[in-house]
């Protein structure tokens, strides 16, 4: 027993150093979006699929927010979460530095973050309304993380901006009360989008809710920055803001790793499946059929699957068929053409196969009528 008491602790938390508690949060948040990315990566992989930009944007985030959290243990270090009667002034220097990069960081990890998810809301669809809102979405986020950046970092003295404790600073409370409530609109916007995006397609009404269900995850983003928000007012009003400032910094924490994580829900395989729709779907495989036929019937020919290793596309075998007009007589010689182009890349056919689950093939056919 003297011994595991002898052993040095990895989070102290005592009366006076809750510092621990940062410390356990941010470890256990970067293990979980750290985990939460590869299985990303895993389920890219695993059905052939190519890597989107919002798989780019989310790894450089995670990459971001892993930055982030390494500056808070070592604020931690520095002393952060200990009473202010605890720090000497070198420390305390120290720690609002690190203090002000965390800041900065976590509003480019959150940024990021949604700006991934509107990527990926705008590959599903090919819709020019869709591409259209999405658009205006990425474009309110983006601004959104440069204009809170830039207010977080032109902050109370412009040669020394880090400085909070001890110095003059005005208005600092409401530059994060406008960054928190343009955080929660536009969290609210990417699920809106995505209950826009699936409102149009032909798909049962469950397989709606299980796809928005998948972007509703990003919900307790909202009531993580609410929460969050509350305790940085409390931590501002304190005479200790290094102690009292402890369950903010671990609210920032939780809302910077879930929100990595609530990314990369939606790229799960069920909830990829489920969106897979004809609308959805990516470049298919070219049919050649004809046939005559006044009552609106047509023979197809037989179309196969052929990957060679030198082309890894479709083969289609053409056995073209004809069949007497019905009893009916036709206005004109009828006749119906059904053809769809062939992919040449393998990544086309690859993305069109395997990324985006569906097997079936979507026919388009024209009708022509020669008089």
């Not at 948040?29 to 990315?37: A, C, M, Q």
């Not at 110095?167 to 600092?172: D, I, Q």
């Not at 803001?241 to 939606?266: C, D, G, H, K, R």
Request: aromatic letters at 8%; one cysteine or more.
């Amino acid at each position: 027993m003297s011994a595991i008491e002898g052993r040095p602790r990895v989070a102290k938390i005592s009366q006076d150093d809750h510092g621990g508690m940062v410390t356990i949060a941010a470890a256990v948040g970067l293990t979980y979006s750290l985990l939460s990315f590869f299985i990303r990566l895993y389920t890219r992989w695993a059905v052939g699929s190519r890597f989107e930009p919002g798989d780019t944007t989310l790894g450089i985030a995670t990459l971001i927010g892993l930055g982030q959290s390494i500056v808070v243990l070592t604020g931690v270090i520095q002393g952060f979460g200990k009473a202010l009667k605890l720090l000497d002034p070198q420390h305390l220097l120290r720690l609002e530095k690190l203090a002000y990069a965390g800041d900065l960081l976590l509003i480019i990890t959150l940024c990021l973050s949604k700006c991934s998810v509107i990527l990926l809301l705008r590959g599903f669809s090919r819709k020019a309304n869709h591409s259209k809102a999405c658009k205006v979405i990425l474009g309110v986020s983006t601004t959104w993380g440069v204009a809170s950046v830039l207010a977080l970092a032109l902050r109370c003295e412009l040669n020394h901006p880090w400085l909070t404790i001890n110095a003059h600073c005005t208005h600092l409370f409401l530059r994060w009360l406008l960054i928190a409530v343009f955080d929660m609109v536009t969290e609210a916007a990417l699920v809106s989008m995505a209950i826009y995006l699936v409102y149009s397609l032909q798909m049962p009404w469950k397989r709606k809710a299980y796809v928005v269900s998948a972007f509703a995850f990003r919900f307790p983003i909202i009531v993580l920055a609410g929460l969050r928000l509350y305790y940085l007012a409390l931590a501002y009003e304190s005479p200790d803001p290094t102690f009292a400032a402890v369950p903010a910094s671990i609210l920032s924490q939780a809302e910077m790793n879930y929100s990595l994580i609530s990314a990369t829900i939606p790229c799960l395989k069920p909830f990829m499946r489920a969106c897979n729709s004809g609308f959805l779907g990516g470049p298919l495989p070219r049919l050649r059929g004809s046939a005559y036929n006044s009552a609106g019937s047509y023979a197809l020919h037989s179309l196969h699957s052929d990957r060679t290793p030198e082309t890894n596309g479709w083969r289609d075998s053409e056995q073209k068929t004809s069949r007497p007009a019905s009893s009916r007589p036709a206005p004109a010689d009828a006749r119906t053409v059904v053809e769809q182009t062939p992919p040449g890349p393998r990544r086309e056919n690859a993305e069109s196969m395997e990324s985006r689950g569906s097997e079936h093939l979507i026919m388009q056919h024209t009708r022509e009528w020669i008089v």
